[in-house]
């Protein structure tokens, strides 16, 4: 995702990372549902390591930015959440994307990419009750804006809900996860909803 004039890729980077260390406790709560309860303390690990790098980020092409926070988070939050996300990050950096695009167009091939790679490597589908449930939703939306983005990827991990677990834990024990949210999904959606309040910010700012 990028920010246009509103600090560009780190600024965002930085005030999503904020962000998701204030839902950290709500984060396990979700994951402890059928997981580890662990997710939060993976995404606040990860998000640190965001923070410590994105001093370093500014003045370096895009994609390098993006490929180099894909590879921090794969050395400091090795789990199979935070590998995830690596891979997602790694695969958006090799996506070979113009820097002279737009911000939105830029966006949406960056989560395009992200997306695909996530589905291809962790084997799942949309309506498989993980994160791709709201990454895929605002990668179509992220085009009209962060706003749309924000909304879709809300939707969809609410949407996960209602679904049955194929993937994990939940997948192959008798499902306790029925009615409540899937703890990827709802990480999705909690760094979209702050990325848009960042743009929306910069937006007024100016």
């Not at 965001?50 to 003045?59: E, F, T, W």
């Not at 993006?66 to 996300?85: D, F, N, W, Y």
Request: aromatic share 2%; charged share 20%.
């Amino acid at each position: 995702m990028t920010a246009g004039r509103t600090g560009g890729f780190v600024g965002l980077l930085a005030a999503v990372a904020t962000d998701l260390i204030e839902h950290r406790d709500q984060l396990n709560r979700l994951d402890g549902v059928a997981g580890d309860g662990d997710l939060g303390l993976t995404v606040t690990t990860a998000a640190q390591a965001l923070l410590d790098l994105a001093p370093s980020l500014d003045g370096l092409p895009e994609a390098e930015q993006v490929r180099k926070c894909g590879t921090e988070i794969a050395r400091r939050a090795p789990s199979t959440g935070g590998t995830l996300i690596a891979f997602g990050f790694l695969a958006a950096a090799r996506a070979g994307v113009d820097e002279a695009l737009p911000a939105g167009g830029r966006a949406a091939a960056y989560l395009d990419a992200a997306a695909t790679a996530i589905a291809t490597r962790g084997q799942v589908a949309p309506g498989d009750r993980t994160m791709l449930d709201a990454l895929r939703p605002a990668a179509d939306a992220v085009a009209s804006g962060a706003a749309a983005a924000a909304a879709a990827a809300d939707a969809g991990a609410a949407a996960t809900a209602t679904m049955a677990a194929k993937v994990g834990r939940a997948g192959w024990l008798a499902d306790p996860t029925a009615g409540h949210e899937d703890a990827g999904a709802r990480l999705v959606a909690l760094a979209f909803a702050a990325a848009a309040r960042h743009v929306n910010a910069g937006r007024h700012a100016d």
